[in-house]
């Protein structure tokens, strides 16, 4: 198996090679070779001298060039038993880059990500040059950097976009003994040693669901499950006999230039995680103590509905940058909010 890793500075991702190297993976880097790069052009490794030569190397010979050398060395060392080797490939920070990784038999993307308290904790103790006086706002500047702010969208980092193509997500904030929980499912997922987990199985029926959803702006599934059943599904789109917003001569918040996260009201279309609930009230079905699974975090009328609905868990994959949901959360003690980690889903 081919692992490729993604994810931000300071979130793991050496770590989680090193342990993957300890189950016999041999290990390969993108980093490695642009920092071979810079010693041929005499500059030292500063890390926004090595991004500055990982993009013009992308920008001179094409977004995945890093990539295609790795992909190169390892074919040329394997040969006809290429598919059949255990390697670890650090360092993927471009779209392309991934897709060059997973053109590989067997080659799977696993992205690690951590809050920004434990990344910046983390740069201080590990002590590299520069980076261990860095305050939380100088390492959040870095950050949108490599999520791709301000880059060139081609050639430029881009490891947001990365996270989002990977097939595996590691939420790397505990003791090493959670990491090396957490990987050793991963491994054993991905050869078929182990079956997915009851949030892995959720969270992709939640996804399905997607599937039907009519909204133009955004795919959202939602399935309701307690003692390890589904009970209630739902998606976005137009309440029943009303005309979905394609048919209505488009969508409404665009119209109106509303932003994402902003005026919920203002939606011909019922959410996800409403329509999961109010199947729950037509039909009959108690839900109290149930977990909620979406692909979206739940905007303010949905953690309304939510919290007087009587669940007590809500799984969610997508961010939605809703700050009154968001503040109503942070007060309440009555459902437990998890960033979903597993197995990943596209709508």
């Known amino acids: 198996m081919y692992v490729g890793l993604t994810g931000y500075m300071g979130t793991g991702k050496s770590e989680i090679a090193k342990r993957l190297q300890n189950q016999g993976y041999k290990y390969i880097s993108l980093s490695e070779m642009v920092r071979a790069e810079a010693d041929k052009r005499g500059e030292k490794h500063t890390r926004e001298n090595l991004q500055d ?67 910046t904790g983390r740069l201080k103790t590990r002590k590299r040059p520069g980076e261990e006086n860095l305050t939380k706002e100088e390492v959040f500047t870095r950050l949108k950097r490599e999520s791709g702010i301000g880059e060139d969208p081609t050639s430029g980092q881009q490891v947001q976009k990365c996270l989002e193509m990977s097939d595996f997500l590691i ?32 969270m992709e029926v939640s996804y399905t669901w997607a599937k039907r959803a009519t909204c133009l702006r955004r795919k ?63 039909f009959g079905i108690n839900i109290e103590g149930a977990t909620l699974y979406c692909n979206t975090f739940p905007c303010v009328i949905c953690t309304k509905m939510i919290l007087n609905s009587g669940i007590v868990r809500v799984v969610y994959d997508c961010d939605y940058d809703d700050p009154l949901s968001k503040e109503i959360l942070g007060q309440q003690t009555r459902v437990e909010m998890v960033r979903y980690e597993g197995k990943k889903f596209r709508a």
Not at 68 to 79: A, D, K, L, P, S
Not at 229 to 243: D, E, H, I, S
């Open 171 to 202: 939420i790397n904030e505990g003791q090493l003994r959670e990491l090396d929980a957490k990987l050793q499912h991963f491994t054993a997922l991905m050869t078929g040693v182990e079956r997915p987990t009851f949030d892995e199985i959720f």
């Open 53 to 119: 030569i990982g993009n013009s190397l992308r920008k001179t010979y094409g977004p995945s060039i890093l990539a295609q050398r790795v992909r190169e060395t390892i074919e040329n060392e394997e040969g006809a038993a290429i598919g059949t080797g255990k390697w670890v490939i650090d360092g993927i920070r471009n779209p392309r880059e991934a897709a060059e990784i997973k053109r590989l038999p067997n080659g799977n993307l696993l992205a690690v990500t951590s809050s920004l308290t434990a990344i």
């Open 220 to 282: 959202v599934g939602a399935v309701i499950a307690k003692d390890k059943q589904q009970l209630t599904a739902g998606y976005n789109g137009a309440p029943r006999g009303v005309p979905h917003c394609a048919e209505a001569g488009g969508c409404m918040r665009e119209r109106l230039n509303v932003p994402s996260g902003k005026n919920a009201e203002l939606c011909r279309g019922t959410h996800a995680e409403q329509n999961a609930i109010t199947q729950a009230a037509k």
